[in-house]
């Protein structure tokens, strides 16, 4: 699997999947989540609705997957990620799974491309070097005979030169 960086917008990037940094009602909300809603419009909110009138909310580590409506992606695939509580042990694991169950779901739908953001980095607090350290760590330890590149998107420049740095 190739792994790539890119400083930028993640509703623009040409991708069979793209990431959303969800929250657990899966009906929009701020940041990276807000983006990709309003870019892709009311499809990927109609089949959130769809998935939470069948399960409930997502539980944080866990991933669900939408089309992607008007984004230049196949799929939205949507996780939770765990908000920064100081429980360092059980943050890390929660995040790890975000990947890894993006990842599992990837695959399964046939995926070549995937985009992540910097989940759980922003409103969630996550602090950014740990996080850059797991997403790196749990995508370079994933196999897959279906992923061929994944992406990581970053909005700022602070992410950005961590991911640089974990990824030389």
């Known amino acids: 699997m190739k792994v790539e960086l890119i400083k930028g917008d993640i509703t623009k990037i040409q991708a069979d999947a793209i990431v959303n940094a969800a929250n657990s009602s899966l009906l ?6 807000g983006a990709i809603h309003r870019a892709g419009g ?4 109609d ?5 939470r009138n ?10 669900v997957v939408t089309t992607a409506g008007n984004l230049p992606a196949k799929y939205v695939i949507h996780t939770v990620g765990p908000v920064w509580n100081g429980d360092e042990k059980e943050c890390v694991s929660l995040l790890e799974n975000c990947y890894n169950n993006s990842l599992k779901l990837a695959e399964s739908l046939g995926v070549k491309t995937i985009a992540f953001p910097n989940i759980s980095t922003g409103v969630y607090r996550f602090p950014k070097e740990l996080a850059g ?25 602070e992410n950005e030169a961590i991911y640089k740095r974990l990824l030389a």
């Not at 069948?54 to 991933?63: D, F, R, V, W």
Request: charge should be negative.
């Open 47 to 51: 089949e959130c609705i769809v998935i």
């Open 54 to 63: 069948k399960q409930g909310k997502c539980n944080t580590g866990e991933a």
């Open 133 to 157: 350290k797991i997403a790196v760590e749990t995508v370079k330890n994933f196999r897959s005979d279906s992923i061929e590149k994944i992406i990581f998107v970053c909005f700022d420049d």
């Open 28 to 33: 929009g909300g701020g940041g990276v989540d």
């Open 42 to 45: 009311k499809q990927i909110l």
